[in-house]
């Protein structure tokens, strides 16, 4: 079975330009969270979604961030302007109903120049 | 905040060997605990989980302990092998908080030969 599928695999951007991820959660799973790690913070739940309704989206750092599940397959992190402290790995996980281990994706590594 | 966190940045044991990692906790309301291996470019991978009515869980090769008394949780690798060289995090949630886990800092285990 295909995991939780993320795209792009790695993006370099310049400072002030607008990134999109996509995240694909496991099917059948309905809860779906963006976290983002870096060295110096390691891993930090930016927002989470369940049933396609974001529920939580205080880990989000800035209005420059934004969020959307348009459907149970599919789901977007959005970064508009870009900044160079935007740069980390940017993972998308799923989980099942009430259960509570999530799976994770491979990740996105965004460099902002 | 309440945070989970780990004791040694860095585990070095030889091939073979028993490992053992720990992680602290202070969120007396958690309830549910993840460990986590990551391979170098990879997502995080669930290796095993334990709910706070257990204090021992075992799985292929690895075991978390859960002592709760001192919010202390630890995860045992059994005849280490190469392929578990890896950083290890600790994951905690309660259920009545927020969905998304907290992560400590991580555990890089190395296996030397």
């Known amino acids: 079975d295909a995991g939780v599928i993320q795209s792009p695999r790695h993006e370099v951007t310049e400072m002030g330009q607008e990134v999109t991820l996509r995240c694909k959660p496991i099917?059948?799973?309905?809860?779906l969270f963006w976290y983002r790690q870096t060295m110096m913070r390691g891993l930090e739940l930016l927002i989470y979604?369940?049933?396609?309704?974001?529920?939580?989206d205080s880990g989000m750092p800035e209005d420059r961030f934004s969020a959307k599940m348009p459907n149970a397959s599919f789901s977007t992190l959005k970064i508009q302007p870009s900044e160079p402290r935007d740069s980390a790995v940017y993972f998308c996980?799923?989980?099942?109903?009430?259960?509570?281990?999530?799976?994770f994706g491979p990740g996105t590594r965004l460099l902002v120049l | 905040g309440e945070s989970v966190g780990l004791h040694l940045p860095t585990l070095s044991v030889q091939e073979g060997d028993n490992s053992i990692i720990n992680c602290a906790y202070s969120?007396?309301?958690?309830?549910?605990f993840i460990w986590y291996k990551q391979e170098s470019g990879k997502g995080p991978q669930f290796i095993i989980d334990i709910r706070s009515n257990m204090d021992k869980r075992q799985g292929q090769r690895v075991t978390v302990l859960l002592n709760k008394t001192v919010k202390h949780l630890s995860l045992q690798i059994a005849a280490t092998q190469p392929g578990d060289s890896a950083v290890y995090f600790c994951?905690?949630?309660?259920?009545?908080?927020?969905?998304?886990?907290?992560f400590g800092k991580g555990t890089h285990l190395i296996i030397q030969p």
């Open positions: 994951a905690e949630n309660n259920e009545g908080g927020a969905d998304g886990l907290t």
């Open positions: 996980a799923s989980s099942r109903g009430r259960a509570r281990t999530q799976y």
């Open positions: 099917s059948g799973h309905n809860s």
């Open positions: 969120n007396s309301a958690s309830d549910y």
């Open positions: 979604f369940n049933n396609n309704v974001p529920i939580d």
